[in-house]
């Protein structure tokens, strides 16, 4: 059954690789593969263009000239929307979580100003208060300056930003046919709800709850994110007036392995990023990716996820968040 989705651009390169990982699957004693979605695009590497498709051709539509977005100073998200916003003519302003910060700027932030963002600096208690309304002062700010601002909330996890991994969860089906494989294990980060959320969306309206799904939250906790993943269901379900079943017992949300906090980095990660580079190239980050597939690793090592049936890691980028970290490597 095919999707019948939204409006959309084609931002994204698109399908990505799915990659067999040989050496680190024969170790772990498992079928597993690497959803290859860092390679979207250089410039807008990772999973945020596949939201961005649908929410920028929402924007076009409103007749926006400023896209507004917000997330922590080394947002993924953000910095892919700056980027998208050059391709698209648009001017993109940025609401980050964090003090007004000093050069050099590293990673994400140095390509947020290398494309010609805008920014509003915010310090975590006012950016949370300010969050709760949509940043309504800033995007008011903006029309008094003669701009037409469209909001983007944080990690574009909104009821339209679902449906790009909704149509991966497809593309990925796909993928996993030419190979004959009909039963899976998918498995991700989930930072702000959308992807995982998108991949729920996928599976149920597909209905193919034959694949899995398994997210490690990198903030938070798992409890807070199947309040977030159930509010972005039923947003979509009633926006796109979907008839949809995707219950909690459709998708599980392991936790433990946030460590210290949101962006903070830990030796037992470290020394899987490492594992990962040197047996397969994948370069993890210790944000997002590298969380996830570290608690990957430990609960197959545990025995927690069955090993008769392939795992498909969405590997969904933010390579650019590895180097403001590069302190936490030794070699």
Not at 107 to 130: C, I, Q, R
Not at 146 to 153: V, W
Request: proline residues 5%.
């Amino acid at each position: 059954m095919a999707l019948s989705c939204p409006k959309r651009l084609s931002l994204a390169r698109t399908p990505t690789p799915l990659q067999k990982l040989d050496r680190i699957g024969a170790e772990l004693g498992v079928e597993l593969y690497v959803k290859r979605d860092d390679m979207t695009g250089l410039e807008l590497s990772g999973n945020k263009v596949r939201k961005l498709e649908f929410l920028l051709a929402e924007a076009l539509d409103s007749g926006a000239d400023t896209v507004v977005t917000c997330g922590g100073v080394q947002s993924n998200h953000c910095r892919a929307t700056a980027a998208a916003c050059v391709r698209l003519g648009l001017a993109c302003h940025l609401i980050l979580r964090t003090a007004p910060p000093k050069p050099p700027y590293d990673g994400n932030l140095l390509l947020d100003y290398l494309v010609g963002a805008t920014f509003t600096f915010m310090p975590y208690p006012e950016y949370k208060k300010s969050e709760e309304f949509d940043f309504k002062e800033v995007n008011e700010g903006l029309r008094r300056m003669g701009k037409k601002p469209f909001f983007i909330p944080v990690g574009g996890s909104v009821a339209m930003g679902c449906w790009g991994y909704a149509c991966a969860f497809e593309e990925t089906i796909s993928q996993l046919e030419e190979r004959s494989i009909k039963k899976a294990h998918f498995v991700s980060a989930i930072g702000s709800g959308g992807t995982h959320a998108g991949l729920v969306l996928g599976q149920a309206l597909m209905r193919r709850h034959d694949i899995s799904i398994t997210d490690f939250n990198v903030c938070d906790t798992p409890e807070y994110f199947r309040g977030k993943t159930a509010a972005l269901l039923n947003g979509a379900k009633e926006r796109f007036h979907l008839s949809i079943n995707a219950e909690e017992e459709s998708y599980s949300i392991i936790g433990g392995y946030v460590g210290p906090g949101y962006a903070q980095a830990y030796p037992e990660l470290i020394e899987t990023m490492k594992w990962a580079a040197r047996e397969e190239a994948i370069i993890l980050d210790p944000v997002y990716t590298g969380k996830a597939f570290h608690g990957l690793v430990t609960e197959i090592r545990a025995g927690r996820f069955p090993r008769k049936d392939p795992i498909v890691f969405f590997h969904t980028g933010g390579v650019f968040g590895l180097f403001p970290q590069k302190n936490e490597f030794t070699f």
